[in-house]
């Protein structure tokens, strides 16, 4: 099976520029209540690098879902004016109370956005530092993602032995939301949980998949449905299948499953490998090799023969390119 092929870059000079957006990643993406696309970015800077003046994270940005075929069409921010703002209201290397307790924070990364009735939900990754979670918190908009306000929901960061930090879901059919987790450190396995639509903001109301006397079912303790060492995550259900696209930091590649329903067996799911990680060197966008990438956000719109996946890379040497950008890939063949 080929490799996806880059259609275009998101995110930089000369594309967000107007947003006061030079560098940022991740990009997670969902169709707001009001019909746009609404993408949420991570740690962002106005000039096109990592660091420098008008860091915030998160930042959400609209897009004409018709624009998805040939590359997202940013049409407004969160904010007011065209300048992104940051959706999360906290102060960054600033302090944060969780009960009794006051923690230092750094940033506020998003993991996922869902649409559920006339709102959104974000989910979050309260850090001190990548990689060290303090704990997870939700986030709704009632206006489309031009506003955000804390639900009050927290997870603690060592829920489930630490792997309900890094979550993505998505809405079945039956009135429950099924989401896949793992750590924010890229190495761990998933965790697989449900809730229903109308309690997401209730933790006693999260349900995990395990084995208990031999056989999986809902309510047991959790134990991981594919092991490895993942990263981004983004779940999503595409032409009547379930699809998760991955970052597979252990081979170095985004990988994408498709699957009958979210409770089928990840290990012997169809699995297809739509980019690979390479040296900056050996780069070839269109034939699927990119340096330094994670990520992998499927759009909105998508389908199994035209899969867009929002993309990010970060030069960590040099700190540019530091961008999102998006993919295109055929996974029709292991449906």
């Not at 407004?76 to 924070?105: K, P």
């Amino acid at each position: 099976m080929r490799l996806g092929t880059k259609v275009v870059d998101l995110t930089g000079p000369g594309l967000t520029d107007r947003f006061g957006i030079g560098g940022t990643d991740l990009g997670t993406t969902t169709t707001a209540p009001q019909g746009h696309l609404v993408s949420v970015f991570g740690d962002t800077f106005r000039r096109a690098t990592v660091g420098g003046p008008g860091w915030r994270s998160p930042v959400a940005l609209f897009a004409d879902p018709a624009s998805v075929p040939t590359g997202l069409r940013w049409t407004g921010s969160a904010g007011r004016g065209a300048y992104a703002h940051q959706v999360v209201r906290y102060t960054h290397h600033g302090w944060r109370r969780w009960g009794r307790r006051v923690r230092r924070v750094t940033t506020v990364l998003p993991t996922d956005v869902i649409a559920i009735g006339d709102s959104l939900y974000l989910h979050t990754m309260v850090c001190r530092e990548l990689g060290n979670v303090r704990w997870t918190e939700l986030h709704r908009s009632r206006d489309g993602g031009r506003t955000w306000r804390p639900t009050g929901t927290r997870f603690p960061a060592d829920l489930h032995g630490g792997l309900f930090q890094m979550l993505t879901w998505e809405r079945g059919t039956d009135g429950w939301v099924y989401a896949l987790t793992t750590g924010f450190q890229r190495a761990h396995g998933l965790l697989l949980h449900r809730v229903p639509e109308t309690a997401l903001t209730d933790p006693a109301a999260w349900q995990s998949w395990g084995p208990a006397a031999g056989r999986w079912a809902w309510g047991n303790p959790p134990a991981p449905v594919l092991d490895g060492r993942f990263g981004e995550l983004s779940l999503r259900r595409v032409d009547d299948r379930w699809v998760l696209a991955g970052f597979d930091e252990a081979h170095y590649r985004i990988d994408v499953r498709v699957l009958d329903a979210p409770t089928a067996d990840l290990r012997a799911a169809p699995v297809a490998t739509v980019l690979r990680g390479c040296a900056w060197d050996d780069e070839d966008h269109a034939g699927g090799r990119v340096a330094q990438l994670y990520g992998g956000y499927v759009l909105p719109g998508s389908t199994l023969r035209e899969l867009h996946l929002v993309v990010s890379q970060w030069n960590t040497a040099t700190n540019w390119p530091y961008r999102a950008m998006q993919f295109r890939a055929d996974v029709s063949g292991i449906a």
